[in-house]
């Protein structure tokens, strides 16, 4: 399978907040190596190509594109220390929905959380990661059975307006506009990530030619806290085209993979033409931050059971911080993947 990845991430490591300090995040570049380490052997790496821009208008709003191409140089400019992040956020009962003018107010209204901050190289970045994304899927509608996109930075936490979660740009709604605009009248996305693909949703919650799908901790517990719960499933046109499977700690791979299932299906029977699988492998068991208990032997028949739907897949880099064995749980995916459609 074509793995479309650059080197333009590396000088993008953000800080985020842990506890009361600021530390380096845990979505680190030696992620890629990881990955590419574990690929390299049975995968073509390709470049990607220019990033189309328009992609960008259709997934997030022109505000949030134009403040996150110009926050840093603000940042910098009033001296503010290594790392750009908000301070306050809108917050229940509070309107919120008034856009401020300062940079600190900015900050807070565009992005969602603490553990997300943006350093000098970081718009670059996301915006190659966009690239990563565009040209994974464009290698689809070009008739590949599937491509991988090695992302960093990740993109599921971002929302149409906001940063966080270690996110800046939605890649896996890029990977959607690139296969929607090619024809493709509905596409599922398949986000299989530890945490709620959150922003994903908000792009796509009122939409009908999307079936959001995503698997994740529980947010009465976990990270992002206040989305992913079950009876969020849509609205307006797009009610009954989201579906949510908030699952507990310490799940293990038997139920994580029948919540797999449910979503596939789901997405089966929707009538969607492709897939977009959001790829975070943070639910493995020795993840850092997480708290399922998936084994380095569950990946491939993840990447069975996807492959068994038969569709055009675009798989999407998300989480996944147990460094070391990162590159073998996602090459288990893509293995498991391309070994049932031989
Ligand atoms: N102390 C993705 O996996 N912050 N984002 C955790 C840990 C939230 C993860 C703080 C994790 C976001 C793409
Ligand atoms: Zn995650």
Redesign the pocket.
Known sequence: MQVVTSDDHLKHHAL?L??TTLIPS??TPTRVDSVRKALAADHPFVAPRTLDESLLHSVHDADYLSFMATVWERWAAEERGPAAMGVAWPSRRMAGNRRPTSLRGLLGYHGF?A??SVVADTWAAAKISAALAQTAAEIVTGGERAAFALCRP????ATRDQF????YINNAAIAVEVLRRAGHARVGVLDI???HGNGTQDIFYERNDVFMTSIHGDPAFE??YFTGFADEIGSGAGAGFTRNEPLPAGTEFEPWFAALRRCLDAIIDAGCSAVVVST?V?TFTEDP??QFRLATDDYPAIGQLVASAGLPTVFIM????AVDELGENVAGILNGFEEATR
């Open positions: 985020e842990d506890s845990w979505e959380a553990d997300c990740p993109g599921h936490h966080g979660g270690y996110c990530d530890y945490h990270f992002p975070g943070d931050i997480s998300e989480g996944g911080y």
